[in-house]
Nanobody, 128 residues
Framework: QVQLVESGGGLVQAGGSLRLSCAASGRTFSSYVMGWFRQAPGKEREFVAAISRNGGYRYYADSVKGRFTISRDNLKNTVYLQMNSLKPEDTAVYFC?????????????????????WGQGTQVTVSS
């Protein structure tokens, strides 16, 4: 079992930056591909970014490519999402998620149902 706790959300002006963190419990954090999703009011949860077990591979949604960076620290059991050049359309609740995978080339799932564990979410609001 993995428990995930997000932090770092808040209110920021357009063009600003935020860094989200997701702390995981358990000793098997490095066995999981980690992902970030977001959900705006009235919309479905959408994929944002994912990172492989050792951090060597990363995958981004087109809407955030070049502005967001996902990273992880397996010694601290934490995954991060650095968000720069924020836009009002980035406003959403951001969730981190864990997808158990065996060693090898990662498979980056972009649909929520493929992830095994979820955090409670953190609100990000970008004002214009």
């Amino acid at each position: 079992q993995v428990q995930l706790v997000e932090s770092g959300g808040g209110l920021v002006q357009a063009g600003g930056s935020l860094r989200l963190s997701c702390a995981a419990s358990g000793r098997t954090f490095s066995s999981y591909v980690m992902g970030w999703f977001r959900q705006a009011p009235g919309k479905e949860r959408e994929f944002v970014a994912a990172i492989s077990r050792n951090g060597g591979y990363r995958y981004y949604a087109d809407s955030v490519k070049g502005r967001f960076t996902i990273s992880r620290d397996n010694l601290k059991n934490t995954v991060y999402l650095q968000m720069n050049s924020l836009k009002p359309e980035d406003t959403a609740v951001y969730f981190c998620a864990a997808d158990f995978q065996r060693p090898g080339l990662p498979i980056f799932a972009v649909t929520a149902y493929e992830y095994d564990y979820w955090g409670q979410g953190t609100q990000v609001t970008v004002s214009s």
